[in-house]
């Protein structure tokens, strides 16, 4: 869209068509990135761009999306010849907009990004924020680069380092050079995290997908061969679980996760796309490893519940982020990074207490929870409302089929019905799947603890397992029965994961 700032008779000269021409073939941008030890702190972009519009903006995603032009400095832009081509800064500072300009005319831009994100608070956590480290620097394609167009395909992106660093990009190399990339579209450019640096890469391959893992920091480095080895096992659980690797929806590309670990004195993470960022301390305590790699096993299984699996709307939110805490806690339980003792204290400290300490904890249905901007309002009532009905649902129809079917069956189904389809789900097809499976209707479960307010226990429903919990000083206090049948050791071994 034009702006008011464009000359009059600039305007006059578009509407008549004097300088409109049709859009020209998508796929001809290209950015270059330099890195440079000698100013660390600051990232040299230059891009060839083919002009589809008059505006030049960044990434409308994150906590605080306006701030990303804020920490872009010396822009400028010029055409093929060298000449320059004006920018104007938008009113309300979101981007800027070409003077004059040619659809179809190539301009160079070139600018700088500085890394001072660090130094302003992020409501969310780090979503997207980059920073730099001794190690190296991590920049998201949201706070680097500066694009034009919406449907730009087929984008290169290549790399200058100084000799001792590398790149890692969750991207496919270009003719195998180190430092040359293709991108699929500019949504994928955006949702990408770019890590340059001393740091090391580990790829962990299955069929088509590649997990590129990489681990920044010297205590983190130590580590390098165990985190490497639980990622992977973790992987390679959540495969047999579902039956596959990751399936996108049709046109979308999975071929790459990239999965950044950098030290820190805390403990935080994000995903972004398909990627996933984190901060851990391998040398603080073991409660907060524990809670780090609970971050990534979750945000790692949203590739199969969230990607392959998607849904209708935020009222299934219950399902996508609490059934995938469940299977989160069998993952790190199957591959032996957390014990029994671990999980149940898991359970209570973590989603017993935010669930019953929700603030819309008897009042507010966790279907609704997750509308607008509440979902981080109500962690508790989602990721631990929706874990607890999860349990519910599995622990019921592995009973009432003697342990023959389970969620697991849900969730395999779910993966070879609607991965790669552009279908999505809904409390319908949950529903009726979950009543197939079960033998039985739960449509009541469901009304009474998803769709209405009322608080859910697992009392009625870990019982099948040989398990008494109970709400005791307002802690959930889990013990097993002193004899167990044969089928309710079976049940409580498919709640740690096992068949």
């Excluded at 869209?1 to 941008?29: C, H, K, N, Q």
């Excluded at 079917?405 to 609607?418: G, Q, T």
């Amino acid at each position: 869209m034009l702006r008011t700032v464009i000359p009059f008779l600039y305007l006059v000269l578009v509407i008549s068509g004097a300088w409109a021409r049709e859009m020209p073939p998508a796929g001809s941008d290209q950015y270059h990135v330099t890195f440079n030890t000698a100013n660390p702190d600051r990232i040299r972009v230059k891009a060839e761009i083919t002009i589809s519009d008059s505006l030049l903006y960044m990434s409308p995603y994150g906590p605080m999306p306006e701030r990303w032009p804020d920490f872009i400095r010396n822009i400028r832009a010029s055409n093929s010849d060298g000449a320059e081509i004006v920018l104007l800064r938008e009113a309300d500072g979101k981007g800027w907009v070409f003077e004059e300009y040619l659809i179809g005319q190539t301009a160079v831009l070139e600018y700088d990004m500085v890394l001072e994100h660090e130094g302003q608070d992020w409501p969310g956590g780090i979503d997207g924020v980059a920073y730099v480290r001794e190690w190296g620097i991590m920049a998201t394609g949201r706070s680097l680069f500066v694009m034009n167009g919406k449907s730009k395909r087929r984008i290169r992106v290549s790399f200058s380092t100084p000799a001792s660093w590398n790149v890692s990009v969750p991207w496919v190399s270009i003719d195998g050079a180190d430092n040359t990339f293709r991108v699929g579209d500019l949504t994928e450019l955006q949702e990408s995290f770019i890590f340059a640096g001393t740091h090391q890469e580990t790829e962990i391959k299955r069929e088509d997908f590649t997990m590129k893992f990489v681990l920044g920091g010297p205590s983190v480095l130590q580590q390098q061969k165990r985190f490497a080895e639980l990622a992977s096992d973790i992987m390679d659980y959540y495969i047999g679980l579902m039956g596959g690797i990751p399936k996108p929806g049709p046109g979308e590309v999975m071929s790459q996760c990239l999965v950044i670990i950098s030290q820190a004195d805390s403990v935080d993470g994000e995903v972004i796309g398909n990627n996933i960022s984190m901060f851990m301390d391998p040398d603080g305590p073991e409660f907060n490893q524990m809670i780090g790699w609970f971050m990534f096993a979750h945000e790692f299984f949203h590739l199969w519940n969230g990607k392959t699996l998607r849904f209708t709307s935020t009222n299934t939110d219950w399902f996508k982020e609490g059934v995938s805490n469940y299977y989160t806690m069998k993952a790190l339980y199957q591959t032996g990074f957390a014990s029994e003792e671990v999980i149940l204290a898991m359970l209570n400290n973590l989603f017993y207490q935010r669930y019953t300490h929700d603030p819309g904890y008897g009042s507010l249905p966790p279907y609704k929870a997750a509308s607008g901007f509440d979902k981080d309002k109500h962690w508790g009532l989602i990721y631990g409302g929706g874990l607890f009905v999860g349990i519910a649902l599995d622990m019921e129809i592995r009973n009432r089929t003697q342990n023959e079917a389970s969620l697991d069956k849900l969730m395999r189904n779910f993966y070879e019905v609607y991965g790669g389809t552009e279908n999505t789900i809904d409390q319908d097809d949950i529903l009726g799947k979950v009543n197939k499976l079960g033998n039985t209707d739960f449509e009541a479960l469901l009304s009474d603890h998803i769709l209405g307010t009322e608080p859910i226990s697992l009392k009625p429903y870990l019982k099948y397992a040989g398990v008494n919990a109970d709400d005791l000083d307002n802690q959930l206090k889990i013990h097993h029965f002193p004899d167990k049948s044969p089928l309710q050791k079976d049940i409580w071994n498919g709640f740690l994961g096992g068949k």
